[in-house]
């Protein structure tokens, strides 16, 4: 008898973590660990036209995540500190910076160089799924971090 008690006291604690823990419909996915290295294709790193800058538009297809940053005194000043994309989606940064550096995107191992008051991009496709942080390469500087999420 007491073993019948204490087998029903176990699958009711254990229905009762798998409903405290079971992710809610809600939630974002979790960014998977960094699976092994796929061929990437190159970046293509170019400073904007001033034309376009002028007006706004992007040298980007509509599908694209794009994302400004702009950089002061070796600290971001406007845009996010975190971006999230899903797997395969196409990212553009724009970046523009108060001072000579170049950002580095972790795990990707892009690098952009940054030239005072001039504004730069960054595009690629987000083909690696994780955590991956974009810093101010020379300063030391941690910027941010760019989640992407399977498909």
């Given at each position: ?49 001033p034309v376009a800058a002028a007006s706004g538009a ?94």
């Amino acid at each position: 008898m007491k073993f019948s008690v204490f087998a029903v006291a176990i699958i009711v604690l254990l229905a009762g973590l798998f409903h405290f823990f079971e992710p809610k419909t809600g939630d974002p996915p979790r960014p998977a660990a960094v699976a092994a290295p796929a061929p990437t294709p190159a970046p293509r790193v170019a400073a904007e036209s001033p034309v376009a800058a002028a007006s706004g538009a992007s040298q980007s297809d509509a599908s694209a995540k794009v994302v400004d940053l702009v950089i002061a005194k070796g600290t971001l000043v406007s845009g996010p500190s975190v971006v999230q994309v899903k797997q395969n989606e196409h990212v553009i940064f724009h970046i523009k910076s108060d001072s000579a550096d170049e950002v580095h995107l972790h795990g990707y191992n892009l690098h952009l160089r940054l030239a005072p008051g001039q504004l730069e991009t960054l595009d690629f496709i987000a083909d690696k799924t994780g955590r991956f942080t974009y810093e101010l390469h020379h300063a030391g500087v941690e910027l941010g971090a760019l989640e992407i999420y399977p498909r």
